[in-house]
């Protein structure tokens, strides 16, 4: 059994997750256009940049889903999946997923952007795990309160939380004839340089010359 892991934004997605869900509450008018956008397209720039700070993109992301019951925020996601993520959802993407699948791989979705916005795109892909962040929840009413719980899926972060996903169902990394990770980004070096294939995926400058240099395949998926 081989081990298939997929980043989501600018990977399995022609687009970020993220940046088009905040695009999505500001055509709705949840958050003011001015100010979630200016700091949207900050946030995005350090993220490209490699110097994103985690925690404050984190408290900026999450803070919306405290506003909000989950009634409506499930609503909106139904919305936000027709309008945003299925369009830039591409036919090379579903084979690729298709083809691990099919093979009887274990498959993942690891990713920075929180677990209430990609479940649904997971699903989407008919990918059966998911190792996002995690916005923290109220057990009992189910609303969010606007912080994340556990280690934040980013850069080798990312490992860890893997690590732990493995860990809690028996496995590790020896467990597998090959691990794959497929990512667009060099934020995701550390995950890339733990498994046995890393895959650049439409990657940018930074990765694609690291990539060159390891000798890493280099796919597109648009």
Not at 2 to 8: E, K, M, T
Request: aromatic share 10%.
């Amino acid at each position: 059994m081989n081990l298939a892991l997929f980043d989501l934004d600018n990977t399995l997605l022609a687009g970020d997750s993220d940046f088009e869900w905040a695009q999505f509450l500001i055509s709705r008018g949840v958050v003011d256009r001015e100010v979630q956008e200016a700091r949207n397209i900050e946030f995005y720039e350090h993220y490209k940049a490699g110097t994103l700070d985690i925690d404050a993109f984190l408290a900026f992301q999450l803070a919306p889903l405290a506003r909000h019951g989950r009634t409506e925020l499930d609503a909106w996601h139904a919305e936000y999946m027709a309008r945003h993520i299925r369009p830039i959802v591409t036919e090379p993407a579903r084979a690729l997923v298709r083809r691990h699948l099919e093979a009887g791989d274990l498959c993942a979705i690891v990713t920075a952007t929180n677990s209430f916005v990609t479940g649904p795109i997971a699903r989407e892909f008919g990918i059966p795990h998911l190792i996002g962040t995690i916005p923290a929840v109220d057990v009992a009413s189910g609303a969010f309160s606007g912080a994340p719980t556990g280690v934040p899926s980013f850069q080798a972060g990312k490992i860890t939380r893997v690590e732990a996903w493995l860990e809690s169902q028996g496995l590790w990394w020896g467990s597998f004839a090959d691990s794959y990770f497929y990512s667009d980004s060099h934020n995701d070096l550390p995950l890339l340089q733990k498994v046995s294939r890393p895959v650049a995926v439409d990657p940018d400058d930074k990765l694609r010359a690291h990539a060159a240099e390891q000798g890493w395949p280099v796919l597109s998926l648009r």
